[in-house]
């Protein structure tokens, strides 16, 4: 057992534990898996409802279990940090925060798990989520990362339909060892005494967020309309190791956007933008290739690609992975509420919707969903496009909230067994079951009921389950002992047997009351 924490520690703690202060009913947990091919770690994110303690941020500092994960977003919509997630690797953060400087912006750079980039922007009180996130936004446009996650991902959550928002593993688990650390001016990573200096240097009051001058950049496109990949290589450059795959892309992209020159304009691309440029065989292989009905897909899963794919602002791209001229507006991460049955929430162009599972599922019950919660009217794609290019990347960022005990059907129907069998009229004698009674044996160690009427107590109570389902669910509770038949009145009717459950006292509340005189 973790002995009292020092004074050092607690203090160090209580500085950590100010700083990313969020959400204070359920906190964030991933259960790390093994790395892909482009270095990224793949995991399960999960929400746990719930306070989170002094021992859940020591732990996290201390790097014992998982990574601690907290909501930015509080349950008045407003929060004291936000981040933008770049989501590359091999990353050059020395870089990063000398555009930051040099366009005085008051961000922290931390190494991400995977290697990437989180910037903070961090706040000394709460602000708008709304308005962290706005300024974000623009900030990432002007650092060239436009279409990063952008945290908190939420400008309202819909506390009292259970959603929670999402979560951020936070930094310095492990302190330095973890290699999540901040990187200051000079390149190196800080110790966790000095990214709390670099805290008190950039941190800002509510006034000075919304002072923040942006000027916004003028984008100019190599691929207009076309990915936010090939654009980010266009100026970067595709290297030499996966030129092919690159110009093939690139190829797709001008095959949309320019049907009738398209084969033209990839021999343009290859001397453009191919260093050195690929021979003239090795381009007209490839037009073949993408000539070829079905082969031309995007390889976003390919190098150079898959390091800088932007999926969700891609879908938004009229020749983006997409389906047509029509252009989807963004989707954001979606959150499963892990009941029976599920729950579903997801931004959709910067507005929360709830979903059930068939309109998750159906693109048109989606586009249905989205005109009655957000009033949006967002194209339909073909079924398989849907599956594709929009609900299995959603899936593959899904975040799961762990369900209240007390709605888990076993503790449920608990619940309803306790108030059918001690909380309310009971048989005198056995022969009083049929009068729709739970019958209790004078030593009070079993009970006995018919399951029809049990079940018709269940459904008066709102339960929506069916009475087999009802049956199996009785068989699984320890109380459960078995059906006997029992001889009543010359009748032997089928009898549910259990164990005789505990009578439940009212409490009574000690505080006393001032009575006043009306």
């Known amino acids: 057992m973790r002995s009292p924490f020092t004074k050092k520690e607690e203090v160090i703690m209580n500085k950590f534990k100010s700083i990313f202060l969020g959400l204070e009913i359920a906190y964030g947990q991933y259960q790390p898996g093994e790395r892909g091919e482009n270095g990224k770690q793949k995991g399960k994110a999960f929400i746990v ?4 303690t002094d021992e859940h941020w020591d732990k996290h500092l201390r790097g014992e279990g998982p990574a601690l994960g907290i909501i930015p977003i509080t349950q008045d919509n407003d929060c004291r940090w936000g981040c933008i997630d770049i989501d590359e690797y091999n990353f050059d953060h020395t870089s990063l925060v000398k555009s930051i400087r040099s366009n005085n912006l008051p961000l922290i750079v931390c190494r991400s798990k995977s290697g990437g980039a989180h910037v903070f922007l961090f706040t000394k009180e709460n602000i708008p989520a709304s308005l962290m996130q706005s300024k974000l936004r623009e900030m990432a446009i002007i650092l060239g990362y436009e279409g990063s996650e952008i945290f908190p991902k939420q400008t309202e959550i819909l506390v009292e339909r259970g959603d929670t928002g999402n979560f951020l593993n936070l930094p310095y688990y492990n302190e330095m060892k973890g290699l999540r650390y901040a990187i200051n001016d000079n390149g190196t990573g800080c110790t966790l005494e000095e990214f709390y200096q670099l805290y008190d240097k950039f941190s800002l009051r509510s006034e000075e967020v919304e002072q923040i001058k942006t000027e916004k950049k003028k984008i100019e496109e190599a691929f207009p309309g076309g990915p936010p990949c090939l654009n980010k290589l266009a100026t970067t450059g595709f290297g030499e190791g996966s030129r092919n795959n690159a ?3 690139v190829a797709v992209y001008y095959k949309q956007a320019h049907p009738d020159t398209w084969e033209d304009e990839i021999v343009k691309a290859n001397m453009k933008f191919m260093e050195p440029p690929l021979s003239n ?3 007209q292989q490839l037009i073949k290739s993408v000539n070829r009905k079905g082969y031309d897909k995007y390889r976003c899963k390919d190098a150079p690609i898959n390091a800088v794919c932007q999926s969700g602002l891609c879908r938004t791209k009229r020749f983006g992975v997409g389906f047509g001229e029509e252009e989807m507006p963004v989707l954001g991460s979606l959150t499963k509420y892990s009941s029976n049955p599920p729950q579903w929430f997801l931004d959709v162009d910067k507005k929360r919707i709830e ?3 068939e309109q998750l599922y159906s693109p048109n019950l989606f586009a249905l969903a989205c ?8 194209p339909i794609p073909k079924p398989k496009d849907w599956k594709q290019h929009f609900l299995k990347p959603m899936m593959q960022g899904l975040q799961e909230v762990e369900p209240l005990e007390s709605l888990d059907p076993i503790n449920e129907l608990t619940g ?3 108030d ?3 909380n309310r009229q009971s048989a005198r004698v056995v022969d009083d079951v049929f009068n729709k009674l739970p019958y209790t044996d004078e030593k009070r160690e079993y009970t006995y009921f018919r ?3 049990f079940y018709n107590f269940c459904k008066r109570n709102h339960w929506e389950k069916d009475k087999n389902q009802t049956g199996n669910l009785i068989k699984r509770l320890d109380e459960f002992v078995g059906e006997e038949r029992v001889r009543i009145k010359k009748q032997q009717p089928r009898l549910i047997k259990i164990k005789t459950m505990k009578q439940s006292d009212a409490s009574v509340s000690k505080v006393t009351y001032q009575e006043e005189n009306f």
């Not at 409802?49 to 989170?52: A, L, Q, T």
């Open 49 to 52: 409802r719930g306070s989170v």
């Open 281 to 283: 065989s090795e381009v």
């Open 371 to 378: 005109l009655d919660q957000a009033n949006l009217i967002v």
């Open 355 to 357: 979903l059930k599972s």
């Open 420 to 422: 059918w069998t001690t």
């Open 416 to 418: 309803l067994l306790q």
């Open 247 to 249: 110009l093939f892309n």
């Open 451 to 453: 399951m029809e009427d």
